[in-house]
């Protein structure tokens, strides 16, 4: 947990409603209620899901019916899909509401097919997807699983729910890595499940069936997280497959992000925050992930003003005790934050870990290093 006393915490909130409404009329973003989900349910019917990938990328998002993850799916959810229509990577979605982008064979003869794939087999939607009687967050693995059938040699980009994509100009084809299957990122504590990439290849395919076979998970500290953590840094056979990325390239939490990061986890912040806090954090993201130019999200994490650099409250003595009554940006007596909210993360990204965990404060990525974001063999693309 962040100390109470951390003085950012409530100057983040009071400066993101600030800049919000600014946004908002510049953005028209609606608010979200049910119409709108029935409304971004069918967004992603029928022609959009069965549209092939020229990059072979898919993205993966997953929700069950618990209240706490209803209002934050689906912003997130909005935000995934606004991702991916920019690149054309495809959507394979399980919400309580909707199963979108899954296939199942088919004969090619049959009026129902709906994909075809180049090796010859065709493929029709499938829309009863079920998780099993486990934790639900072993049904990530059944999804990937389900979401490689008819798409042979794709990468599919797994988010969790409480992640979205704040710098969508971001290519996953300068990411993706095809002399690897799997592509990870590592905390202070152990691999993190939230975000990660898979590639549909046979090894990979009978890989994910394996770790959803263990059940001896099940009953593990941090489940399926648990489980992968084990056979990614245990198993010297599954090793060479995994690409371990420094965490900052997919997987930024959100003390830790920057101006111009990629995707941002609200990793434990469903917690910290309430359902209703992590919701509109991840609005206020939506909004900044609307913004291309990154140097206009950076002069808002930058300024020590409140509530920004001409607008600053100007604190005045009585006019006797202090007759100068006009007060320009720079006068000293405007209201400044101790810090701006990018010292949160920088120069150290890491820093609220001295906050979380003293023992850890001085935690780097391991796989931070140089060359670690470098790929061996580049995926092309073919137009088609
Ligand atoms: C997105 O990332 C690219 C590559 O790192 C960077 O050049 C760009 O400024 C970023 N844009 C935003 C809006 O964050």
């Known amino acids: 947990m962040i100390a109470p006393s951390l003085p950012l915490a409530p100057v983040v909130f009071i400066i993101f409603m600030a800049l919000l409404p600014t946004l908002l009329s510049a953005q028209k973003l609606h608010n979200v209620d049910m119409r709108d989900l029935t409304a971004a349910g069918q967004l992603s019917d029928d022609s959009k899901d069965v549209r092939i990938s020229p990059a072979k990328i898919a993205l993966l998002h997953m929700v069950n019916d618990v209240w706490f993850f209803r209002e934050l799916s689906e912003v997130v959810l909005r935000n995934k899909r606004r991702y991916a229509t920019r690149h054309s990577y495809e959507m394979v979605v399980h919400t309580p509401y909707e199963t979108t982008g899954l296939f199942t064979p088919a004969d090619c003869t049959e009026p129902s097919v709906t994909r075809r794939v180049t090796d010859g087999n065709c493929f029709k939607k499938k829309t009863d997807f079920k998780l099993d009687e486990r934790a639900p967050t072993f049904g990530k693995i059944k999804l990937a699983l389900d979401a490689c059938v008819g798409r042979p040699d794709y990468w599919l980009l797994w988010t969790d729910a409480d992640a979205m994509i704040v710098n969508q100009t971001v290519s996953l084809l300068d990411i993706v890595d095809d002399a690897y299957d799997v592509i990870v990122t590592h905390d202070w504590f152990m691999l993190n499940a939230g975000v990660m990439l898979y590639r549909c290849s046979p090894w990979n395919i009978q890989f994910l069936q394996r770790v959803y076979d263990a059940r001896q998970f099940d009953k593990a500290l941090a489940l399926d997280q648990s489980a992968f953590n084990d056979f990614f840094t245990k198993d010297e056979q599954v090793k060479p497959h995994v690409k371990n990325v420094p965490k900052h390239l997919i997987n930024v939490y959100t003390e830790e992000y920057r ?126």
């Open 259 to 384: 101006p111009g990061d990629f995707i941002l986890h609200f990793a434990g912040k469903l917690y910290e925050a309430t359902p209703w806090g992590i919701t509109d954090i991840a609005r206020q993201f939506d909004v900044l992930s609307r913004v291309d130019d990154v140097e206009k999200i950076s002069h808002f994490f930058s300024t020590r003003y409140l509530l920004n650099y001409f607008s600053g409250t100007c604190v005045m003595g009585p006019p006797d005790k202090d007759p100068k009554r006009d007060c320009d940006p720079f006068d000293d007596r405007r209201l400044k934050l101790p810090e701006p909210l990018i010292a949160m993360s920088y120069p150290n990204r890491y820093r609220q870990l001295e906050y979380r965990n003293p023992r850890m404060k001085d935690w780097k990525d391991p796989y931070d290093v140089p060359g670690a974001t470098d790929i061996k063999v580049r995926r092309h693309v073919h137009s088609s």
